[in-house]
């Protein structure tokens, strides 16, 4: 018999496989893409992981809102300067600047994700600004979490 898995773990785990990949995910936790999935949908059937998930998501945004301001600042003050200043203007740094500042951009629009689907679970309609997700949490298209796991 399997041990229990606390939903802070699932929690954790499937936030950090939203902003990697669940691969990595997988191999941070020592699981299996699988139970990765599993826990994924434990999201919308059992609300003690839900309510990890959505306090794990609140913490990071607060770190999150803390800091990108001031990436996003840097990146662009750099890349400016890079155009402006032809000492500090080399293609590789342009470059990998510019890969920081989309990777940065991409991390934001991943928050934004997590919260509709973090909406979606606890019963909130999807906005239509994302279309591409399902409208409802337990598959069924009626916007609700399902009740009971399967």
């Given at each position: 018999?399997?041990?229990?898995?606390?939903?802070?773990?699932?929690?954790?785990?499937?936030?950090?496989?939203?902003?990697?990949?669940?691969?990595?995910?997988?191999?941070?936790?020592?699981?299996?893409?699988?139970?990765?999935?599993?826990?994924?949908?434990?999201?919308?059937?059992?609300?003690?992981?839900l309510?990890?998930?959505?306090?794990?998501?609140?913490?990071?945004?607060?770190?999150?809102?803390?800091?990108i301001?001031?990436?996003?600042?840097?990146?662009?003050?750099?890349?400016?300067?890079?155009?402006?200043?032809?000492?500090?203007?080399?293609?590789?740094?342009?470059?990998?600047?510019?890969?920081?500042?989309?990777?940065?951009?991409?991390?934001?629009?991943?928050?934004?994700?997590?919260?509709?689907?973090?909406?979606?679970?606890?019963?909130?309609?999807?906005?239509?600004?994302?279309?591409?997700?399902?409208?409802?949490?337990?598959?069924?298209?009626?916007?609700?979490?399902?009740?009971?796991?399967?």
């Amino acid at each position: 018999m399997a041990a229990a898995v606390s939903p802070d773990l699932m929690a954790q785990a499937v936030i950090d496989a939203a902003i990697t990949s669940v691969p990595a995910a997988a191999e941070k936790y020592g699981v299996t893409r699988k139970t990765i999935y599993v826990w994924r949908k434990a999201v919308g059937s059992n609300p003690a992981v839900l309510r990890a998930v959505t306090e794990k998501k609140a913490a990071a945004d607060r770190a999150w809102a803390e800091q990108i301001p001031a990436c996003l600042e840097a990146c662009i003050d750099y890349l400016h300067r890079a155009a402006v200043e032809s000492q500090n203007k080399t293609p590789e740094m342009v470059h990998a600047i510019a890969g920081a500042l989309k990777m940065v951009s991409e991390v934001a629009a991943t928050w934004k994700v997590l919260d509709v689907h973090l909406e979606r679970f606890r019963g909130g309609a999807v906005p239509k600004v994302l279309p591409f997700l399902p409208a409802g949490g337990n598959g069924n298209g009626d916007g609700k979490a399902a009740a009971t796991g399967e």
